[in-house]
């Protein structure tokens, strides 16, 4: 049987999750969730870009973003918090240093004035802090943790080829 897939014309790209909020205060924020498959040599993660609303209306300032690397086990976490209904844990906290960078992710279960998720990326390197901090609607959160309860099989895995 003669194959007829050619394997020139496969697209290939990046699996990745946005979220966008701008608004006309200049005040908005947007992440982007990136999937990075394990491999032989490496293990996967899912990395994290938040970026705040630039000055220009409804644009995000990217070139400042802050990116953090999240792997099975930041993950597990966030999905613990996303799953938690009963409210019995409702934040956390985790934190990567990378050279003289030191980055704070937390995700917080909000009950005020609406329910929803508040996700923050707070960074300090020489002294100076930068922050992202973006409201995911109930929603939103829903997606966001099928997709990461999703991804790590992935994250875990990798992506095997069949042999």
Known sequence: MRDTMNNDNVIKFRPSL???HPNPR???SAVKMELYPAKVNSD???LLVGANQS???YKFDWKEA???RLGINDLSE???ILRDDDGIVTDMAVYHKFRTQMTRI????LKFPSEGFALELVQNSSGQERAVRIIFSLTEACGIEAS???ALVYVSFGNPETL
Not at 106 to 109: E, P
């Open 18 to 20: 946005a979220f966008y």
């Open 26 to 28: 200049g005040r908005g």
């Open 44 to 46: 996967g993660y899912i």
């Open 55 to 57: 000055t220009d209306e």
């Open 66 to 68: 802050i990116c953090v």
């Open 78 to 80: 966030m999905l613990r």
């Open 106 to 109: 937390s995700l917080k279960r």
């Open 148 to 150: 990461i309860a999703g």
